[in-house]
Nanobody, 124 residues
Framework: QVQLVESGGGLVQAGDSLRLSCAAS????????MGWFRQAPGKEREFVAA????????SHADSVKGRFTISRDNAKNTVYLQMSDLKPEDTAVYYC?????????????????WGQGTQVSVSS
């Protein structure tokens, strides 16, 4: 099993930056793809970004492309989401997830383990 713990969320103003972290334990995650998803109140969970096991391939949703960047430090068993130029519509609970493959995916159903989420709130 993989345990995932997100951190780094908070309340910020539009235009600010935040970096989310996802610390994995239970097994080494360097060989598996990781992803970030978010869910706003009353909305479905949506894909934000994903990174391959090696870190060489990254995928970002169009809504965050150019503003958010996913990265990983396999030595620390940690995945990051650097968020800049935050907008009120980025307000959501952000979840980290892992899947049993080296290859990235955009569907939440492709991911096996999930963290508890961290709240990001952006005021205008």
């Amino acid at each position: 099993q993989v345990q995932l713990v997100e951190s780094g969320g908070g309340l910020v103003q539009a235009g600010d930056s935040l970096r989310l972290s996802c610390a994995a334990s239970g097994r080494t995650v360097s060989s598996i793809a990781m992803g970030w998803f978010r869910q706003a109140p009353g909305k479905e969970r949506e894909f934000v970004a994903a990174i391959s096991g090696s870190g060489n391939f990254k995928s970002h949703a169009d809504s965050v492309k150019g503003r958010f960047t996913i990265s990983r430090d396999n030595a620390k068993n940690t995945v990051y989401l650097q968020m800049s130029d935050l907008k009120p519509e980025d307000t959501a609970v952000y979840y980290c997830a892992s899947r049993e493959s080296r290859i990235t995916a955009r569907s939440s159903s492709e991911y096996t383990y999930w963290g508890q989420g961290t709240q990001v709130s952006v005021s205008s």
